[in-house]
């Protein structure tokens, strides 16, 4: 069974940065495209960012837009980079992974197949 396993979650301050990583054993890893999502306290899980299998392309959600960077590598881990941190950031934040024939970022939640357990972000103010 694939696993998604994300790290780096914690409490930060306003303005501060974190970056988390979702590692995984899965040995086509390279042939998925990637996304991050968050959930937070009563509140949908709503898109956050997405890159595709070749990380030529990256898509981000308008709220963390300038902010936040996804990247990946070979080593099957893909990366969340997060600047200038907001308390709305707040929330569980899920790493998903898509298999596809086409070449694009995907937003929809229902067009992963692979989800992580989660990890905490908390910012305060």
């Known amino acids: 069974q694939v696993q998604l396993v994300e790290s780096g979650g914690g409490l930060v301050q306003a303005g501060g940065s974190l970056r988390l990583s979702c590692a995984t054993s899965?040995?086509?890893?390279?042939?998925?495209?990637m996304g991050w999502f968050r959930q937070a306290p009563g509140k949908e899980r709503e898109f956050v960012a997405g890159?595709?299998?070749?990380?030529?392309?990256t898509d981000y959600a308008d709220s963390v837009k300038g902010r936040f960077t996804i990247s990946r590598d070979n080593a099957k881990t893909v990366y969340l980079q997060m600047n200038s941190l907001k308390p709305e950031d707040t929330a569980v934040y899920y790493c998903a992974g898509r298999w596809t024939f086409s070449n694009s970022v995907a937003r929809a939640q229902n067009d992963y197949a692979l989800w992580g357990q989660g990890t905490q972000v908390t910012v305060s103010s």
């Open positions: 899965e040995r086509t890893f390279s042939s998925y495209h």
């Open positions: 890159i595709t299998r070749s990380g030529g392309s």
